[in-house]
């Protein structure tokens, strides 16, 4: 199993800054790497795919880099909207289809 | 805009079975998408539980793959979940979801509490 290590655990911003969140995996998954974000209460909404593609919507201060082991997800200048936890997703090397802990990202 | 709602008892008795349906709205389960199930215990992560295809064809989560059943029903349009011997530590929101490509989840329901608890 592949297993996915984000940090820092929580990450503690201001609006307007820039925020950069990691993930790691135990093993390569290449580019096959998902972002989601997930706000109180709601079910988890898909940022990004293939580690760097924006998904449908997603507006442009969400960008994702990495391949391999090493993942990052930048928010370049930071939202009220944008303050709840991210999980990344590995889907190179399943089953399980395994997330990340997650990222609380907070004022 | 496919829609996902799920339905079930919010309460299961430690041993008992948990069943859940997740009826899909806005478009048809045929296709190359599958259908999926995903946990998040209550202030923890998300674990994915089982996927189907409207064919039949189904992934299960190796961890809790002797306890599961998946189902689809695709004249009513919705999929189900069954897991048995369950315990408090099945206690979790458990949330329905499409997920493209073999890859991702585009949609998802709402989610469900799920307790676990005589």
């Known amino acids: 199993e592949i297993v996915m290590t984000q940090s820092p655990a929580t990450l503690s911003v201001s609006p307007g800054e820039r925020a950069t969140l990691s993930c790691r995996a135990s093993?390569?998954?290449?580019?096959?790497l998902a972002w989601y974000q997930q706000r109180p209460g709601q079910a988890p909404r898909l940022l990004i795919y293939?580690?760097?593609t924006r998904a449908t919507g997603i507006p442009a201060r969400f960008s994702g880099s990495g391949s391999g082991t090493e993942f990052t997800l930048t928010i370049s200048s930071l939202q009220s909207e944008d303050f709840a936890v991210y999980y990344c997703?590995?889907?190179?090397?399943?089953?399980?289809?395994?997330f990340g802990q997650g990222t609380k990202v907070e004022i | 805009q496919v829609q996902l709602q799920e339905s079930g008892p919010g309460l299961v008795k430690p041993s008992g079975t948990l069943s859940l349906t997740c009826a899909v709205s806005?478009?048809?389960?045929?296709?190359?998408?599958?259908w999926s199930w995903v946990r998040q215990p209550p202030g923890k992560g998300l674990e994915w539980i089982a996927e189907?295809?409207?064919?039949?064809?189904?992934n299960y989560n190796p961890s809790l793959k002797s306890r599961l059943t998946i189902s689809v029903d695709k004249s009513k349009n919705q999929f189900s979940l069954k897991l048995s011997s369950v315990t408090a530590a099945d206690t979790a929101v458990y949330y329905c979801?499409?997920?493209?490509?073999?890859?991702?989840?585009?949609?998802w329901g709402q989610g469900t509490l799920v307790t676990v608890t005589s």
């Open positions: 979801a499409r997920l493209v490509g073999g890859q991702t989840y585009d949609y």
């Open positions: 806005g478009g048809s389960m045929s296709g190359s998408n599958w």
């Open positions: 189907i295809h409207q064919s039949g064809s189904t």
């Open positions: 093993q390569s998954v290449s580019s096959n």
């Open positions: 293939g580690a760097s």
């Open positions: 997703q590995q889907y190179g090397n399943w089953p399980p289809r395994t």
